[in-house]
C-alpha cells in the first residue's frame, strides 16, 4: 500500500484547506485513514479517523467542528477538510491507512510522505 499525501499550503488564520491522501495497492475498500500531524518540537497527535466500511469519522477535541475527514472510494482518495484555520494547526500532516485492524492507532501499517501546514496569524 502507498498513500500520497498532498494539498498542503500557506493560508491566514481563518482559512480552509483540503488535504488529499490517494492510496494504492489497497486489498479491499474496507480501511481506516488516520490523519496525524506533527508540528515542530512537539510529538505527533492524532486529527481524525476516517472508516471507509461506514463512512464514519471521528475527531480530536482541538478540531472537532472545524475538520472533517472523508473518502472517495471509487477514487481510492481520502480527503481531510480544514476549516477555521488557526496557528496551531500549523504541522507536517501525514495520513495513514490500515487494513489488519481497520482502527486508527500511532502504529499503523501505511504512512504517506507528509503535506506542510502553515497557518498564518
Known amino acids: 500500500v502507498q498513500l500520497q499525501a498532498s494539498g498542503g499550503g500557506l493560508v491566514q488564520t481563518g482559512g480552509s484547506l483540503r488535504l488529499s491522501c490517494a492510496a494504492s495497492?489497497?486489498?479491499?475498500?474496507?480501511?481506516?485513514i488516520g490523519w496525524f500531524r506533527q508540528a515542530p518540537g512537539k510529538e505527533r497527535e492524532g486529527v481524525a479517523c476516517?472508516?471507509?466500511?461506514?463512512?464514519?469519522?471521528y475527531y480530536a477535541g482541538s478540531v472537532k467542528g472545524r475538520f472533517t475527514a472523508s473518502g472517495d472510494m471509487d477514487k481510492k482518495t481520502f480527503y481531510l477538510q480544514m476549516n477555521s484555520l488557526k496557528p496551531d494547526d500549523t504541522a507536517v500532516y501525514y495520513c495513514?491507512?490500515?487494513?489488519?485492524?481497520?482502527?486508527?492507532?500511532?502504529?499503523?501499517?501505511?504512512w504517506g510522505q507528509g503535506t506542510q501546514v502553515t497557518v498564518s496569524s
Open positions: 495513514a491507512a490500515d487494513q489488519r485492524y481497520k482502527h486508527c492507532y500511532p502504529g499503523m501499517d501505511y
Open positions: 495497492g489497497l486489498r479491499s475498500d474496507d480501511v481506516a
Open positions: 476516517f472508516s471507509s466500511s461506514d463512512g464514519s469519522a
